[in-house]
T-cell receptor, first 114, second 109 residues
Framework: NAGVTQTPKFRVLKTGQSMTLLCAQD?????MYWYRQDPGMGLRLIHYSVGEGTTAKGEVPDGYNVSRLKKQNFLLGLESAAPSQTSVYFC?????????????FGDGTRLSIL | GENVEQHPSTLSVQEGDSAVIKCTYSDSASNYFPWYKQELGKGPQLIIDIRSNVGEKKDQRIAVTLNKTAKHFSLHITETQPEDSAVYFCAAREVQFYFGTGTSLTVIP
């Protein structure tokens, strides 16, 4: 989907467990993003990256960490999962800010924390 | 930061009628405005976009208008079809993308 692969597609965790969500893009874009989507709340930005080796906080970063060691990959980590992190997580990528080009989204990772 | 408001949150229309979704933004520095369609179980997909130096853009049954002075932009879908039923999101970009909270459109056959 739009050159974005998210793994896994579904996951159920217990409170306190950790996991990493992987996003891979094949369009050589500079910017990558992680969003969470909850009913009635739209898309909320967790963290984003403007290039390899860089990361920045978005609107709701608490409880999450990210890394961008390679340009094509953006990893989202939950160190100690909480029920409030039950959500659908979307990765996206786009060219740089001056290009006025859209984001391309993956199909999401559905995560449930029990 | 930017604040994007989207209305209505739900919209039902008869097949063949038009649908209009409106968004406002707060940051006059925003210069790019995409619209996304999200079907159940899928990620958002771009359907049309507009840049700040353009007032209107059309693509078949879909059009977007932008009023920079009033800081609002709208999505217009004409001759709606059942397959148009989905959730639609507007967004505004200065550096990051800021999204509206979505409109759930139902087209009644």
């Amino acid at each position: 989907n739009a050159g974005v692969t998210q793994t896994p597609k579904f996951r159920v965790l217990k409170t306190g467990q950790s996991m990493t969500l992987l996003c891979a893009q094949d369009m050589n874009h500079e910017y990558m993003y992680w969003y969470r989507q909850d009913p009635g709340m739209g898309l909320r930005l967790i963290h984003y990256s403007v290039g390899e080796g860089t990361t920045a906080k978005g609107e709701v970063p608490d409880g999450y960490n990210v890394s961008r060691l390679k340009k094509q990959n953006f990893l989202l980590g939950l160190e100690s999962a909480a029920p409030s992190q039950t959500s659908v997580y979307f990765c996206a990528h786009s060219p740089g800010v001056h290009s006025n080009q859209p984001q391309h989204f993956g199909d999401g990772t559905r995560l449930s924390i029990l | 930061g930017e604040n994007v408001e989207q209305h209505p949150s739900t919209l039902s229309v008869q097949e063949g009628d038009s649908a209009v979704i409106k968004c406002t933004y707060s940051d006059s520095a925003s210069n790019y405005f995409p619209w996304y369609k999200q079907e159940l179980g899928k990620g958002p997909q771009l359907i049309i976009d507009i840049r700040s130096n353009v007032g209107e853009k059309k693509d078949q049954r879909i059009a977007v208008t932008l009023n920079k002075t009033a800081k609002h932009f709208s999505l217009h879908i004409t001759e709606t079809q059942p397959e148009d039923s989905a959730v639609y999101f507007c967004a505004a970009r200065e550096v990051q993308f800021y999204f509206g909270t979505g409109t759930s459109l139902t087209v009644i056959p």
